[in-house]
């Protein structure tokens, strides 16, 4: 079946960066761009940015633009969500997901904490 | 850019009654409106892409409506794996989505 595995949990401090995997399988990677999305505690999720898994091209959300870059190796079949400079503001689950109009498939999420 | 808004933030009901959540979106987006059901710990769960299109595997007591700015989620009946949070989804500015602030069907 179609789906997203992604990297286990990290605990960074504030000013670090964070790198998250997310495994595709069950389908062409090549077909579908991936999405990453993230949702802080008790709050809506927040779309970040995607990457155009055939060629590379990518667009980012205005509010993440300046610190995330997403980028994929596809002999792995695997994106990666770079994002630098963490607050505490940064806490969230962040998932990846493949979006086909609405988004049909999510990873099973990854838990950043973000303290000092 | 669009802003969806979600109504009631807490609907408390119990097994067996209609629930009826509500979600606006600022400016028209046409019938390009999905819904999304979460538990906690889990990813969201697709329910309606399209405004009223059932995604696979979703039970009938699950339906959609409206187009434009205004959007229903319908549970018929609701079951005790029903209560959870529910969010409306529109993707704009393509490629970017957009999720309202999500209503929580709680039991009363």
């Known amino acids: 079946q179609v789906q997203f595995v992604q990297s286990g949990a990290e605990v960074k401090k504030p000013g670090a960066s964070v790198k998250i995997s997310c495994k595709a399988s069950?389908?062409?990677?090549?077909?579908?761009?991936v999405h990453w999305v993230r949702q802080a505690p008790g709050q809506r999720p927040e779309w970040m940015g995607w990457?155009?898994?055939?060629?590379?091209?990518?667009k980012y959300s205005e509010t993440f633009r300046d610190r995330v870059t997403i980028t994929r190796d596809t002999s792995a079949k695997t994106a990666y969500m770079h994002l630098s400079s963490l607050t505490s503001e940064d806490t969230a689950v962040y998932y990846c997901?493949?979006?086909?109009?609405?988004?049909?498939?999510w990873g099973n999420g990854t838990t950043v904490t973000v303290s000092s | 850019e669009i802003v969806l808004t979600q109504f009631p933030a807490t609907l408390s009901l119990s097994p067996g009654e209609r629930a009826t959540l509500s979600c606006r979106a600022s400016?028209?987006?046409?019938?390009?409106l999905a819904w999304y059901q979460q538990k906690p710990g889990q990813a969201p769960r697709l329910l309606i892409s399209?405004?009223?299109n059932r995604a696979t595997g979703i039970p009938a007591r699950f339906s959609g409506s409206g187009s434009g700015t205004d959007f229903t989620l319908t549970i018929s009946s609701l079951e005790s794996e029903d209560f959870a949070v529910y969010y409306c989804?529109?993707?704009?500015?393509?490629?970017?989505?957009?999720f309202g602030g999500g209503t929580k069907v709680d039991i009363k």
């Open positions: 997901a493949r979006v086909v109009g609405p988004v049909d498939v």
């Open positions: 069950g389908y062409i990677v090549t077909a579908y761009a």
């Open positions: 990457i155009n898994v055939d060629n590379g091209n990518t």
């Open positions: 400016q028209s987006v046409s019938s390009d």
């Open positions: 399209d405004a009223s």
């Open positions: 989804q529109h993707r704009s500015n393509w490629p970017g989505l957009t």
